[in-house]
């Protein structure tokens, strides 16, 4: 059961009040905002999931149409599925451990 002992029930409140219930809204550019301070870059993106930001790496990492992208065998989807959408092909190879 979630821990509601400070904001949390105000600031879930107010997103439902304003219809920001979604990706975008003041308190998701106050985050990203605070992530980039702490990171000292001047952007930070918040992403919905870990396809999506497996996803967008893959894009900035230069990963295009039919190459090939290693993958441990030992994973989840999101990592093959993250890997096709770019139209790249997941190359599953054993691990030894």
């Known amino acids: ?7 949390e029930w105000k600031y879930v409140k ?7 219930v979604s990706s975008v809204g003041t308190y ?3 985050f990203e905002k605070t992530v980039a301070e702490f990171c ?3 952007h930070a993106i918040a992403i ?3 396809t999506s930001a497996l996803h967008i790496c893959l894009i900035m990492a230069g990963v ?9 065998n030992i ?5 093959a599925n993250s890997i096709t959408y ?12």
Do not use: H, K
């Open 1 to 7: 059961m979630p821990n509601l002992a400070g904001n």
């Open 14 to 20: 107010e997103c439902l009040d304003t219809n920001w």
């Open 28 to 30: 998701v550019n106050q």
């Open 40 to 42: 000292g870059v001047p």
């Open 48 to 50: 919905s999931n870990g």
């Open 64 to 72: 295009t149409r039919n190459d090939l992208v290693i993958v441990p």
């Open 75 to 79: 994973t989840f989807v999101a990592s």
């Open 86 to 97: 770019t139209g790249a092909d997941p190359v599953l190879i054993d691990v030894d451990y």
